[in-house]
């Protein structure tokens, strides 16, 4: 990663890819809330990124940003490093998997290209991460994910579970709890039209658990 491209522009790439992850473009509210940062700095910082030689986002106003294809470059290599960490960190040094999306975001900026690449051959070359997410590829392209939320499901549907959304601790110590996790497969027992509850026979527990929206759109899974 060029070394013009600092720890905070690639925050801002990282995000901006997230959110542009599932069409359309991010809006300067989106970034301001995942950054906690003002949107008249985020706007500031949007105009740098676009006028820099070569541009990493295009930026209209109140159109959005999305990345060029050096900026999804950029994005992709701090991704890559992030979700490798977070294996590495589960797998060889015995963090769960709620404790090690904080640590991630602090070392996913200083690691080299040489370390990266040594973690992914000690760890097998893995292609998701331990809350299921896909890991770019060494040549920094991004698998397709043909999942969909859990909250799209309806009763006698069944579905494997694919990837969890890692920013809430909280969250992914519950779903732990219940044995909602990567790799596991859910029946919907029945579907509440009230309120969007799910109720799941989880494989391996011995009770349903019933779940809301809150938690299921957090969850995807593959059908």
């Given at each position: 990663?060029?070394?013009?491209?600092?720890?905070?522009?690639?925050?801002?790439?990282?995000?901006?890819?997230?959110?542009?992850?599932?069409?359309?473009?991010?809006?300067?509210?989106?970034?301001?809330?995942?950054?906690?940062?003002?949107?008249?700095?985020?706007?500031?910082?949007?105009?740098?990124?676009?006028?820099?030689?070569?541009?990493?986002?295009?930026?209209?106003?109140?159109?959005?940003?999305?990345?060029?294809?050096?900026?999804?470059?950029?994005?992709?290599?701090?991704?890559?490093?992030?979700?490798?960490?977070?294996?590495?960190?589960?797998?060889?040094?015995?963090?769960?998997?709620?404790?090690?999306?904080?640590e991630a975001d602090k070392l996913e900026h200083v690691i080299?290209?040489?370390?990266?690449?040594?973690?992914?051959?000690?760890?097998?070359?893995?292609?998701?991460?331990?809350?299921?997410?896909?890991?770019?590829?060494?040549?920094?392209?991004?698998?397709?994910?043909?999942?969909?939320?859990?909250?799209?499901?309806?009763?006698?549907?069944?579905?494997?579970?694919?990837?969890?959304?890692?920013?809430?601790?909280?969250?992914?110590?519950?779903?732990?709890?219940?044995?909602?996790?990567?790799?596991?497969?859910?029946?919907?027992?029945?579907?509440?039209?009230?309120?969007?509850?799910?109720?799941?026979?989880?494989?391996?527990?011995?009770?349903?658990?019933?779940?809301g929206t809150a938690v299921t759109s957090q969850v995807f899974v593959?059908?």
């Open positions: 990663m060029p070394d013009t491209i600092t720890q905070s522009i690639q925050d801002y790439l990282k995000h901006i890819y997230e959110l542009n992850e599932h069409g359309g473009s991010a809006s300067t509210n989106d970034i301001a809330i995942r950054l906690n940062i003002a949107p008249a700095s985020v706007t500031g910082m949007l105009q740098k990124l676009a006028s820099a030689t070569p541009p990493l986002v295009i930026y209209k106003k109140h159109q959005g940003v999305t990345l060029t294809k050096n900026g999804e470059k950029a994005a992709l290599e701090v991704i890559r490093h992030h979700r490798l960490l977070e294996t590495f960190l589960v797998t060889t040094l015995g963090y769960s998997w709620d404790e090690v999306h904080r080299s290209e040489d370390f990266e690449a040594r973690m992914a051959e000690a760890l097998g070359h893995p292609t998701r991460d331990p809350h299921g997410e896909l890991i770019p590829t060494a040549d920094l392209v991004m698998p397709v994910d043909e999942s969909c939320p859990l909250a799209s499901l309806r009763t006698d549907e069944t579905a494997t579970v694919r990837r969890v959304s890692d920013d809430d601790p909280a969250l992914l110590r519950h779903l732990r709890e219940i044995g909602v996790v990567p790799e596991v497969k859910i029946v919907v027992k029945s579907y509440s039209e009230f309120d969007g509850n799910l109720t799941l026979q989880v494989e391996g527990q011995k009770s349903n658990v019933v779940l593959d059908k």
